[in-house]
């Protein structure tokens, strides 16, 4: 199973977990299973025309996965995806 | 609200005057009670906008991950983020909204004058979706 961690502003969306734990063989996979659990959450990551959202990174353990296969990169038992929204702004 | 140790609040405040004329971030990592926020920690990080320090910042989400995880380990949540303004406002810009994706949590900006930190301020993103976020004003209770 995969394990993936829910940021603190998207926990509501998905009954208040902090991970939740999907079967898949790909980030899009884990992403998809994710969001069929929690449909609510799919408004939050992807935008209309189904692309994840620009501001929501995701990383397979420490690695962002623009930079490995984007959403088709692979994962597997004991991987853990964080879904980390960016943090900037400035005056 | 906003609950912070006056050490962990000085400490976000000196991080703006180490940093200025440039803006510091960091992290605020602690619990969520409701309405209540208790700052347990705070996480200095980097400010990877080396393009333009001075007037915008933004944290490498690989930073993030890793204090994420660290927080984990000792019982804590990410709860909010502080940077500073230097020469400006502790007021919320366009851009400090527009860039701003952590509903429920703390942001906190501190105005650092001439190298010196005069003002803090916390501001909550409230809101469902980024059509209808806000940035409203937050009380900020030293313990």
């Given at each position: 199973?995969?394990?993936?961690?829910?940021?603190?502003p998207?926990?509501?969306?998905?009954?208040?977990?902090?991970?939740?734990e999907?079967k898949?063989?790909?980030?899009?996979?884990?992403?998809?299973?994710?969001?069929?659990?929690?449909p609510?959450?799919?408004?939050h990551?992807?935008?209309?025309?189904?692309?994840?959202?620009?501001?929501?990174?995701?990383?397979l353990?420490?690695?962002?996965?623009?930079?490995?296969?984007k959403?088709?990169?692979?994962v597997?038992?004991?991987d853990?995806?964080?879904?980390v929204?960016?943090?900037?702004?400035?005056? | 609200?906003?609950?912070?140790?006056?050490?962990?609040?000085?400490?976000?405040?000196h991080?703006?005057?180490?940093?200025?004329?440039?803006?510091?971030?960091?992290v605020?990592?602690?619990q969520?009670?409701?309405?209540v926020?208790s700052?347990?920690?705070?996480?200095?990080?980097?400010?990877?906008?080396?393009?333009?320090?001075?007037?915008r910042?933004?944290?490498?989400?690989?930073e993030?991950?890793?204090i994420?995880?660290?927080?984990?380990?000792?019982?804590e949540?990410?709860?909010?983020?502080?940077?500073?303004?230097p020469?400006?406002?502790a007021?919320?810009?366009?851009?400090d909204?527009a860039?701003?994706?952590?509903?429920?949590?703390?942001?906190?900006i501190?105005?650092?004058?001439?190298?010196k930190?005069v003002?803090?301020?916390?501001?909550?993103?409230?809101?469902s979706?980024?059509?209808?976020?806000?940035?409203?004003?937050?009380?900020?209770?030293?313990?």
């Amino acid at each position: 199973m995969t394990k993936i961690h829910i940021p603190t502003p998207l926990r509501q969306y998905a009954g208040k977990q902090a991970a939740v734990e999907v079967k898949a063989v790909t980030v899009a996979e884990a992403l998809s299973g994710l969001v069929s659990q929690h449909p609510d959450l799919r408004r939050h990551l992807y935008s209309e025309d189904g692309k994840l959202r620009a501001f929501v990174n995701v990383y397979l353990n420490d690695e962002d996965v623009r930079y490995l296969q984007k959403e088709a990169t692979a994962v597997g038992d004991g991987d853990n995806i964080s879904i980390v929204p960016s943090i900037a702004g400035g005056r | 609200m906003l609950k912070i140790t006056r050490k962990d609040y000085e400490s976000l405040c000196h991080h703006g005057e180490e940093t200025y004329p440039h803006e510091c971030c960091g992290v605020l990592l602690g619990q969520m009670d409701g309405d209540v926020r208790s700052v347990a920690f705070i996480a200095r990080c980097g400010n990877t906008r080396i393009d333009s320090p001075q007037n915008r910042y933004n944290i490498d989400p690989r930073e993030l991950v890793r204090i994420q995880r660290e927080g984990r380990e000792r019982g804590e949540d990410i709860i909010g983020f502080y940077h500073s303004h230097p020469d400006h406002p502790a007021q919320w810009s366009p851009t400090d909204l527009a860039e701003a994706h952590w509903f429920g949590c703390s942001y906190v900006i501190t105005c650092v004058e001439k190298g010196k930190a005069v003002l803090t301020n916390a501001f909550e993103l409230t809101g469902s979706d980024e059509n209808d976020k806000k940035l409203v004003d937050e009380k900020i209770e030293l313990a």
